[in-house]
């Protein structure tokens, strides 16, 4: 109770001393005038406190665009606890497409906000960024239905939540972000509310959690909701809240709903929510949110009803098809107690689907290679269009109250897509590619929206096809030879061809077709069969062994002048072994283009009587023998085991690919050594040491390869070759520079380098040095001024200078060899210290490179003119 009196103290201070403050949270937002263009409507909302004689009727906006108004106050609203609404609203046409800041500035915030120094001289801010674009079209801001007002506890969790509704459907997003001042800047000091586990806001459902408040007092925050449309942000809203924190004993009561309900337009939706108090107080309900601000139908809740310690009332909504969207509705539900000390609120979000009924009524009416699907329109007459799913054989897939679409979990791939309401028939044959004979094929359709919102999917419906034509069977490899090889080819009679549209009758011929690949690409007419009972042919002369063949079977009504194709089966080609040597294994791989499912596969390996045996079986369509040995050839053959999903056709259906060998071959070549490089500047030599990569992830390295490039960029050369692999070093004496790039690679014994060497490169040493002192006496001793010694200078530029700064001597030579004589006197130069300066250009890892010299010269023992 003595924190709770010190609270009143403080605020009576803020009550007597702030004479001129009042702001205390607010946020602008906007609708577009429908026929109106770029013309917005802005309503800018702000809670100031009561008993300040601060007030304003009227405040200035900045528009974003150089300009600004005056908007007027249309409403005053006193609240509770000294708190005053006003709403402002005001109209403004924009030049154009563009990105703009509405921004809304009054003095000053309320006093005390203990995480905003000094509050009461700090300028209240507000704004929001708004995006106007063809591609974004007509738009409103999010409407905040809870105030940006609220009270918390110290020790106890706090919720809130904007309860942000967005009337055209978007996606909403939500951040933390700082309190602003003057000029729209963040506020100088300004800190998060301190929590004795943490502060933050739930980004997806926009609940701002404090966990837990730590001292008494007045917070403020802020938060962004951001505005998303086809996955961009399109404009967000900077709401400026503030907290009271009171130091109390009391409890908060505890509401019972569940946080997500679906319901299917035009039904009713209709729960109970039920709250309950720990002090046994009176508790009062209360909801917001989108629901409640529909046009049509808005959701009922009996608000402000009250009890004692317990307390229940039905939610209610009759939606109907204009409330369904792919966002789900927020409704926001709040229980408060009416303690003596502090009001305690719990709040419950609760997210609510309302999503389109299915379609209804859907036929399939098959041919012999399609099949027509139809559905009744959607009861939802703002539907944008339809989607059909299909997959081979039933799922038992029902959807759960809150599963839209089909799930890809199901199986079912989406085929197609219809816009309009009215178009309600899809033919599906395969892309004009025609179904395949064999398989019961199953359909769902689901309409969706605008804005992406699917409905629930119809009830699943399957078919056969009709058995009107020829289905292909057997593509097997009898024998295997570049030019004698040969292909047995089988099929299943049509049984239904009376039940055709057509209703074709005989006389019937089948017309077979083979190409020498896989798809396809290249039928060529080989034969023809009359009637309907022969139904195998073998294709004979064949190169079996380079290549796979497909084939297909026509039937045609072959009646005298009146020939016309019935249908054909799909493609079906021949198992095709592709080999990939690798050291000591095989990699086999089947490829294959049939119309049936095979389920298995049986490898058979050539023995060394040339017999084959059975090596092992896979459902992979693909095998790796193992445990080879490197250069030996092992010759393969493959059985694939399969059959069509529907009865009436053989099964198994057994076919066999072609006869293929190859042999293993080490390819995979060694790491790269890992190796290191030591510059000896004096011996004018490399030192390269590296590790033998037999020792960590090979086993047969036998050499090395030594590269080298003198700058950094250069092309790498090889320079050595190092063996065997137990030697790991190696010295270079470079000619050009000891500066350069090194690269160490390891070669097996197939020959295979490894790969992606590391490079390491050095330039460490620095030869180029200038003595200090020489005797130009002629007793031939040091007689000379010249380098302590010159490796890898391509050229020098040195200039000697007397005391005065005159020039004595200059040379380009890098052996110098100065006597001590003047450049143009041609007489030794007094004894005495002169100055240098000489740029020495080198051969570096960047190339060749200018390092520059500056130091003293002391010439000893001359006297001017003694010596010529």
């Not at 350069?740 to 097996?748: H, K, P, Q, R, S």
Request: glycine share 6%.
């Amino acid at each position: 109770m003595k924190k709770f009196l010190l609270v009143l103290i403080n605020l009576a201070v803020f009550f007597f001393s702030a004479l001129a403050t009042h702001n205390r949270a607010g946020e602008i937002t906007y609708r577009q005038i429908p026929g109106l263009g770029l013309t917005y409507e802005f309503t800018v909302i702000t809670y100031t406190f009561t008993l300040s004689p601060a007030d304003r009727p009227e405040l200035e906006i900045q528009w974003g665009d150089n300009t600004q108004s005056i908007i007027h106050r249309t409403e005053m609203v006193f609240l509770p606890n000294n708190y005053k609404r006003n709403t402002y609203v005001g109209r403004h046409t924009f030049p154009g497409a563009g990105t703009y800041v509405i921004e809304v500035e009054d003095p000053n915030r309320n006093y005390g906000v203990q995480n905003i120094p000094n509050s009461v001289n700090v300028v209240f801010a507000i704004k929001t960024i708004m995006c106007i674009s063809p591609d974004i079209g007509f738009n409103n801001t999010p409407i905040l239905t809870t105030p940006p007002i609220d009270k918390a506890a110290v020790g106890r969790l706090f919720i809130h939540n904007p309860g942000a509704y967005d009337p055209d459907g978007d996606s909403l997003s939500y951040k933390l972000t700082s309190c602003l001042g003057e000029n729209g800047e963040v506020i100088s000091g300004y800190t998060i509310p301190e929590a004795s586990n943490a502060f933050y806001i739930n980004e997806v459902t926009g609940d701002l959690i404090w966990d837990t408040p730590v001292k008494y007092g007045i917070y403020n925050v802020a938060i962004f909701i951001e505005e998303w449309r086809k996955g961009s942000r399109i404009g967000k809203i900077e709401r400026d809240m503030q907290i009271e924190v009171y130091d109390v004993n009391n409890h908060p009561p505890v509401i019972n709903v569940n946080d997500k309900y679906c319901v299917e337009a035009d039904s009713v939706l209709r729960f109970d929510v039920t709250a309950t108090d720990p002090e046994n107080e009176v508790i009062t309900l209360s909801a917001m949110g989108g629901p409640f601000l529909v046009p049509d139908n808005p959701a009922i809740f009996h608000q402000g009803i009250s009890d004692t310690g317990f307390v229940s009332t039905p939610f209610i909504w009759a939606t109907n098809c204009g409330n369904v969207r792919k966002q789900p509705y927020q409704v926001i539900f709040k229980a408060q107690d009416n303690n003596p000390i502090l009001d305690l609120v719990d709040q419950k979000n609760v997210n609510i689907y309302v999503i389109c009924p299915s379609p209804k009524n859907v036929v399939l009416t098959p041919t012999n290679n399609s099949i027509t699907v139809h559905w009744e329109p959607s009861v939802c007459n703002n539907v944008k269009g339809y989607r059909i799913f299909r997959r081979e054989g039933p799922s038992g897939f029902i959807p759960d109250r809150c599963e839209t679409g089909v799930p890809e979990s199901t199986g079912y791939v989406k085929i197609g897509e219809i816009i309009g309401l009215y178009y309600t028939t899809y033919l599906d044959n395969n892309n004009g590619l025609g179904l395949a004979q064999g398989y019961e094929y199953c359909y769902m359709i689901a309409a969706f929206f605008a804005d992406e919102a699917e409905g629930y999917a119809s009830t699943e419906v399957c078919t056969d096809l009709v058995r009107g034509i020829p289905v292909i069977t057997n593509v097997s490899v009898n024998y295997t030879d570049s030019i004698n090889g040969s292909v047995y080819v089988a099929w299943a009679k049509p049984t239904e061809l009376d039940t055709l549209p057509s209703h074709p009758h005989g006389p019937y011929k089948y017309f077979v077709y083979h190409s020498n690949d896989l798809w396809g690409e290249k039928f060529v007419l080989i034969d023809s069969l009359t009637g309907l009972d022969d139904t195998t042919f073998v294709d004979t002369l064949l190169n079996t062994r380079y290549y796979p063949w497909s084939y297909k079977i026509e039937l045609y009504n072959d009646s005298t002048g009146k020939r016309f194709l019935i249908g054909s089966p799909s493609i079906a080609s021949s198992v095709f072994l592709k080999i990939t040597p690798a050291d000591n294994k095989l990699t086999i791989d089947f490829e294959k283009n049939v119309p049936w499912h095979n389920n298995q596969y049986v490898i058979y390996r050539q023995n060394d009587s040339l017999a084959f045996d059975s090596l092992n079986s896979t459902t992979s369509e693909g095998y790796i023998d193992s445990m080879l040995t490197n250069g030996k050839n092992y010759c393969y053959l493959i059985k694939s085991i399969g059959g069509y999903s529907l009865p009436g056709f053989v099964y198994p259906i057994i076919n066999y690919s072609e006869i293929q060998c190859a042999a293993p071959l080490d390819t995979v070549p060694s790491c790269s050594p890992q190796f290191t490089v030591l510059s000896n500047c004096d011996s004018l030599r490399n030192q390269l040491s590296w590790t033998n990569p037999n020792l960590s992830c090979s086993n047969d390295v036998v050499k090395y390869n030594i590269y080298y490039s003198p700058t950094i960029d250069g092309a790498r050369q090889l320079i050595a070759t190092v063996m065997p692999a137990e030697i790991t070093a190696y010295y270079h004496y470079p000619s050009v520079s000891m500066a350069g790039c090194y690269y160490v690679t390891a070669v097996d014994s197939f020959n295979n380098e490894s790969r992606n060497p590391v490079k390491v490169c050095i330039d460490s040493c620095i030869y180029y040095k200038l003595p200090n002192i020489f005797t130009p006496d002629g007793d031939g001793t040091n007689d000379l001024f010249k380098p302590i010694n010159k490796h890898f200078v391509d050229k020098i530029d040195l200039k000697i200078y007397d005391r005065w700064g005159m020039l004595v001597y200059k040379t380009d030579n890098p052996d110098i060899n100065w006597d001590g004589k003047h450049i143009e006197k041609h007489k030794l130069v007094p004894s005495g210290v002169y100055y240098y300066v000489c740029d020495v250009y080198e051969y570096r890892l960047t190339g060749l490179e200018p390092r520059t010299l500056l130091g003293f010269i002391h010439v000893i023992g001359t006297e001017t003119g003694t010596k010529k």
